[in-house]
């Protein structure tokens, strides 16, 4: 990284609409020498969008859900990868980037969904369903994709889903994301009770206010 850091005046002009002054100051000296050391070590950091706004919007070089982080973290040049998101989403970036340097500022820094299933779970569902294959959403850890038959997206899971020619598939582990699937396809669905406990937040009168509101 090179040039000028941007001044506390120029930051703060990102988030002044969310942040108080009274509480900017609390984030400036730790954001500038953030800002420093990623200079300093030739890093790139990738922020999810469920980051808060000083880190979203003051630090992050490069921002979106998890799987656009991983297609980006494929891209980028610098050396070091400061992943600023979940565990699952740092493990994927050292996966695709075996030879650089991946950090994670919280190593407990969990994700509901990825952690309703474990490496047990998969093998327990393989032997209640022998010869089903295993599809499972990329939000898991690097374990227990590596348990899995397959992976998909939410964009690609039909597809990935009648792609194996079989006439059911366990999903895994995003119950509704399975269920949505199974409303698409005549391939028989077996779902794994996860849930991501902000997508849960939502209800479906939520989005037909917002439709309302934003039509088109």
Same mark, same amino acid.
């Given at each position: 990284m ?6 506390? *005046? ?7 609409? =969310? ?26 950091? $990738? ?6 706004? #000083?880190?979203f919007?003051?630090?992050a070089?490069? =921002? ?5 982080l ?9 050396q070091v ?6 565990h ?5 970036a050292? $996966?695709?980037?075996?030879d650089k340097?991946?950090?994670i500022?919280?190593?407990? *820094? ?6 309703s ?9 393989r ?7 295993i ?11 590596? #348990? ?12 990935? =889903? ?14 509704y ?13 077996? *779902? ?12 479906? *009168?939520d ?10």
């Amino acid at each position: 990284m090179s040039g000028a850091l941007p001044s506390a *005046a120029s930051l703060y002009r990102r988030v002044w609409r =969310v942040i108080p002054p009274g509480e900017w100051a609390a984030f400036s000296d730790d954001i500038e020498a953030i800002l420093a050391l990623r200079r300093e070590r030739n890093a790139v950091i $990738l922020a999810h969008n469920y980051q808060t706004p #000083e880190i979203f919007h003051c630090v992050a070089d490069i =921002v979106g859900d998890s799987l656009a982080l991983a297609r980006k973290a494929m891209t980028v040049e610098a050396q070091v990868i400061v992943l600023a998101g979940v565990h699952f989403m740092a493990e994927t970036a050292k $996966l695709l980037n075996p030879d650089k340097t991946v950090l994670i500022p919280d190593l407990g *820094a969990g994700c509901s969904l990825a952690d309703s299933i474990t490496v047990q779970d998969v093998r327990l569902m393989r032997q209640r369903y022998p010869g089903v294959p295993i599809v499972t959403y990329v939000n898991t850890s690097a374990e227990v994709k590596a #348990e899995s038959d397959i992976c998909c997206t939410s964009g690609n899971a039909k597809g990935v =889903v009648e792609s194996l020619g079989v006439p059911r598939v366990i999903m895994l582990p995003d119950e509704y994301l399975a269920h949505n699937i199974a409303a698409q396809t005549d391939v028989e669905i077996i *779902a794994w009770k996860g849930h991501c406990e902000v997508h849960e937040r939502f209800t479906p *009168a939520d989005i037909r206010e917002l439709r309302e509101n934003h039509p088109g």
